[in-house]
Nanobody, 127 residues
Framework: QLQLVESGGGLVQPGGSLRLSCIGS????????IAWFRQAPGKEREWVTC????????WYTDSVKGRFTISRDDAKKTVYLQMNSLKPEDTANYHC????????????????????WGQGTQVAVSS
């Protein structure tokens, strides 16, 4: 059974960059779509980005387009979220999540149907 662990969070100044990693174990990632979500204190969880299992299709929420990039290295069972030009409003706990192709009924570009979750990594953007 697939398990996910995130890392790479931390404190960064506005305008800075961070790269989050999401490492899978227990199963190969090739058959899974991977998404990143975030949840800020006092707010609902927000879908950020998704890459489908084919690695061809990618979607981003409008607020991160042009600043965040999702990528995957299935050989390393790792998905990355490169975050540039960070803003204070990007402060949140970031989670990666997976959905198995053909089984979960996921919708990548809205973030529904993801049923495997990591524990999260905290990102704080502040001067």
């Amino acid at each position: 059974q697939l398990q996910l662990v995130e890392s790479g969070g931390g404190l960064v100044q506005p305008g800075g960059s961070l790269r989050l990693s999401c490492i899978g174990s227990g199963s190969n990632l090739e058959n899974y779509a991977i998404a990143w979500f975030r949840q800020a204190p006092g707010k609902e969880r927000e879908w950020v980005t998704c890459k489908d299992s084919s690695d061809w299709l990618t979607w981003y929420t409008d607020s991160v387009k042009g600043r965040f990039t999702i990528s995957r290295d299935d050989a390393k069972k790792t998905v990355y979220l490169q975050m540039n030009s960070l803003k204070p409003e990007d402060t949140a706990n970031y989670h990666c999540a997976a959905a198995e192709e053909g089984k979960s009924g996921y919708v990548c570009n809205v973030g529904t149907g993801f049923n495997v979750w990591g524990q999260g990594t905290q990102v704080a953007v502040s001067s």
